[in-house]
């Protein structure tokens, strides 16, 4: 690992001396052990605290919209950086060339006090980054995830009242700190129904209805757009099962328009942004 | 006065007969401060909960008054609500008395009294607990706190082999020991004191703040990777901030108050569009000059007490005790120049 770790150190000191990147996002050491936090490189001397181990837990593509005014921005991309990247393309967050891509194939990232695979990365399809202008190391044999639809199981197959209690026990203890839409790569609106509170969307009391609420809305929001990076269901504090709802919903998208993997290129037909004659039609 | 072990079952039953006895344990996935039933287990070996007790004062959401018009007679309705019964806090620690001290300061000082959070404030009765172990994000003790020993508490416990030594270190204390007397012991137990792990030099942080208050370097540098999420803020207990909305149903509606968050853009969203702190920048600014200037300012205080949740929480490792060494760095070399100047 500590062999990334330098090579990604040299090529992001390299495309800032050169001119070729403005800023460069990666990772390095947090203050705790095993701790890893996001870096964002405005100088070159900021590459010398670069990191990559397997501790990066965070998805970093998503500051790609705060710096691109400062020019062309460099990232640290594994698999989900790079559906993101691709994501927030293909909604029209910026271009291709506003970004450097350096990838690096991803060994898997590990919850810091257990030590294990973390959740989000043990059904990945996609360690390795699928768009990079540069691949530090060897690309590795994925591995198909045994279930891609694992997670959704705690949800399907139950009966509605079974499942409305699981989404209530869920959305009972949400407190509203917006943290999984402020992570997700998706979650791009210029301005979130959240906060358009003249229209009057959602009412600011924390309580399950107006919870559960937020919770599926945003779901459905991007239930054609999830990368299907986790990131969400990581960075909730409350700890809820984010990914079983959002992994359903793929499952239903696959279902009803056919095979369909979001952030894997940056010309995807989103199922729901576009129409075929093909498409199921369950109210004949 | 010992409180042995398995004693404290039926203390907690019978304190539980006449009051809600709030005890910290896992609640629907999560742990937080939430009444005692005999049957649940309790986390009293618990670092810290996730959720602060702060909610046992000001609820997240809170009714203030219902309205409306009458359906018969027309007239209009305004009915307060303010909700207040006996309470007892069990269990709490050092950090989480000491950010009772800073919401005091906030809702009844300064010649105005919040008549909600005071209601429920003059019921609620507090038993701490020594920490018997901290966690590494722990840094009470930088913050001035003593994670053995709550001053504030109305009863005090720590424990050691088999029990807990109690005493009571007020008048509601003295009071409510009474009803602890049936199930202790004379004695004591022998203790341990514990110590934070994680030390940062917080003495200066104020005046250092109050150097770099417009440092690019500082401010630039701690928030780019800010997603401004509220989590540190909501699990923050003694962040403070609150928004008033209503509900309206046909003729009737409730007034309620809720947490807010300084991290959220709207939270300084004027009317007219304009926005005084419009990037994140500027927010993360104003929550850890508020936490480590501001309020220090206004009510000679800290507005941090060290618990920690902020770092153990915050998606992208923010962490404040690093803020604190690095301003204290760049307020040094500040100074530094300005000598030789």
């Not at chain 1, 501790?55 to 500051?63: F, G, H, R, S, W």
């Amino acid at each position: 690992m500590s062999d990334i770790t330098t090579t990604l150190r040299e090529r992001a000191r390299a495309l800032m001396e050169d001119g070729t990147i403005a800023a460069f996002i990666g990772w390095e050491a947090g203050r705790f052990e095993r701790q890893t936090t996001p870096l964002i490189c405005l100088d070159a001397a900021d590459t010398d605290r670069l990191i990559f181990d397997e501790y990066c837990v965070n998805t970093t593509a998503k500051y790609v919209r705060d710096l691109k005014q400062r020019g062309r921005i460099g990232v640290a991309v594994r698999g989900c950086d790079s559906r993101a990247i691709n994501r927030m393309i293909e909604d029209n967050q910026f271009k291709r060339e506003d970004v450097y891509l350096l990838g690096i194939p991803c060994p898997q990232m590990n919850d810091r006090k257990t030590g294990t695979v973390l959740n989000k990365c043990q059904d990945c399809a996609h360690r390795n980054p699928v768009t990079y202008d540069e691949l530090l190391g060897e690309a590795m044999e994925e591995t198909a995830p045994q279930d891609r639809y694992a997670r959704a199981h705690l949800v399907s197959g139950l009966d509605r009242i079974a499942r409305q209690n699981i989404f209530n026990m869920a959305f009972e203890r949400c407190i509203r700190c917006y943290a999984c839409r402020d992570v997700c790569p998706c979650c791009t609106c210029r301005t979130c129904f959240v906060d358009q509170r003249n229209v009057g969307w959602l009412g600011k009391q924390d309580n399950l209805s107006e919870n559960r609420f937020y919770g599926m809305i945003r779901a459905f929001h991007i239930s054609d757009r999830c990368i299907e990076c986790g990131e969400c269901e990581r960075a909730c504090p409350m700890d809820l099962p984010l990914m079983a709802i959002n992994k359903k919903l793929v499952e239903d998208m696959n279902t009803l328009f056919g095979e369909y993997e979001s952030g894997m290129t940056t010309d995807n037909e989103d199922a729901l942004r576009s129409f075929s004659k093909t498409d199921l039609e369950e109210f004949e | 006065m010992i409180l042995k072990d398995e004693m404290l079952d039926s203390l907690l039953t019978e304190l539980s007969k006449e009051q809600i006895v709030y005890v910290p344990k896992q609640v629907n996935g999560t742990t937080r401060f939430a009444p005692y039933v005999s049957s649940d287990k309790m986390k009293l070996d618990q670092v810290n909960t996730v959720m602060p007790p702060k909610d046992l004062l000001f609820p997240q959401t809170q009714n203030m008054y219902h309205y409306g018009v009458e359906k018969n007679s027309g007239n209009m309705f305004i009915d307060p609500v303010i909700e207040s019964a006996d309470q007892i806090l069990f269990g709490v620690r050092s950090c989480d008395m000491r950010s009772f001290d800073c919401l005091d300061a906030a809702f009844l000082t300064k010649g105005y009294i919040d008549e909600f959070y005071q209601a429920k404030r003059d019921r609620l009765t507090t038993i701490a607990i020594g920490c018997t172990e901290v966690s590494e994000t722990c840094f009470c003790e930088s913050m001035g706190q003593d994670p053995n020993h709550a001053p504030q508490a109305d009863i005090q416990l720590r424990h050691g082999e088999g029990g807990y030594n109690v005493t009571a270190q007020t008048e509601k204390g003295e009071a409510l020991l009474e009803k602890f007397k049936p199930f202790c012991e004379e004695g004591e137990v022998e203790v341990a004191d514990v110590h934070c792990t994680l030390n940062v030099d917080a003495s200066n942080i104020k005046d250092n703040l109050d150097i770099l208050h417009e440092s690019h370097e500082l401010w630039d540098s701690m928030s780019y990777k800010c997603l401004n999420c509220g989590t540190c803020t909501f699990v923050c207990p003694t962040c403070y901030c609150f928004d008033i909305d209503q509900e309206n149903r046909c003729k009737e509606g409730v007034r309620f108050r809720c947490w807010d968050s300084c991290m959220f853009s709207e939270y300084t969203a004027m009317a007219g569009g304009h926005n005084p702190r419009p990037e994140k920048r500027d927010r993360v600014r104003n929550r850890f000059m508020h936490k480590l200037n501001y309020f220090e300012d206004r009510y000679g205080k800290m507005l941090c007490v060290g618990c920690g949740r902020c770092i153990e929480k915050c998606p992208v490792s923010l962490d404040i005790t690093v803020l604190i060494d690095r301003a204290n760095e760049l307020a040094q070399a500040e100074e530094t120049e300005a000598a030789h100047a």
